[in-house]
């Protein structure tokens, strides 16, 4: 009986997913806001359990009874010939992997430094994640690299600027926690959160700040968006 019912919540909970239809992608040019994972719709008070889809970079969207993680660039999922990346580090428009829209290249090490060199589709270059040699007692840092912007640097957020500015940012994050308990409660992007928050700034300018590799809010309009999902795809490591 036990095993009937169970069997039975599975076909249900196929047939609301069905019911609710594919998530359509959203543009990526201008999102503020992002995960990757592979969860579509997350769980909520309407939904028992989560949906899942392929590995993307998603956004935010629906509201609490129906929150949706809306996909805006595709993971790859297989090796390309001549192009020099990992599939996991190979992000498409489109979900059968036609329309190739920016790949991380294999790590160079420079002076120190792991560079992580982005491409868009033509090859040409988008700019650099640097990853920079720890200096105790803190970790590593990062480094973005965008041609025409400055330099934007990535840190541990509560070493980072005023006793005002740490103490704004407590209650900005207290926000965002809110707001992931909606979307994130037992997804796999979750996880993420878990690890170190870094500021991204560029100069005194906060550009963006991210929870480990997998949840980043941005907030420079000027910043390609591809460096961001370079980093995420890269990790915190």
């Known amino acids: 009986m036990a095993m009937e019912a169970e069997v039975a919540f599975g076909r249900n909970n196929k047939a609301k997913a069905a019911e609710e239809g594919p998530v359509e992608p959203v543009s ?5 806001r992002f995960v990757v994972g592979s969860v579509e719709r997350p769980k909520s008070s309407k939904r028992p359990r989560s949906v899942w889809g392929k590995p993307a970079v998603r956004v935010p969207k629906g509201n609490k009874d129906n929150p949706v993680l809306a996909p805006c660039a595709f993971l790859g999922s297989s090796s390309v010939e001549g192009l ?5 580090l190979t992000l498409y428009e489109d979900a059968e992997a036609r329309r190739l829209l920016c790949y991380v290249e294999e790590p160079k090490e420079v002076d120190g430094e ?9 090859g040409q270059i988008v700019g650099t994640v640097r ?3 720890p200096k105790r007692p803190f970790k590593h840092t990062w480094r ?7 330099e934007i640097v990535g840190r541990n957020e509560w070493v980072s600027g005023s006793a005002g500015q ?3 940012r407590v209650a900005i994050r207290a926000t965002f926690e809110a707001v992931d308990g909606l979307f994130f409660a037992g997804t796999d ?8 928050s870094l500021e991204w700034r ?5 550009v963006m700040t991210s929870e480990g590799s997998a949840q980043v809010q941005i907030q420079a309009n000027w910043l390609d968006r591809r460096l961001a999902f370079a980093f995420a795809l890269v990790g915190d490591k």
């Open 28 to 32: 990526w040019e201008n999102v503020s």
């Open 84 to 88: 020099p990346s990992r599939p996991e």
């Open 114 to 122: 792991r560079h992580h060199v982005v491409r868009d589709a033509q």
């Open 131 to 133: 990853r920079v040699p």
């Open 144 to 150: 973005i690299d965008q041609p025409g912007q400055p």
């Open 166 to 168: 740490v103490a704004a």
């Open 189 to 196: 992007d979750k996880a993420g959160s878990k690890a170190r």
């Open 202 to 206: 560029a100069g005194d300018k906060v």
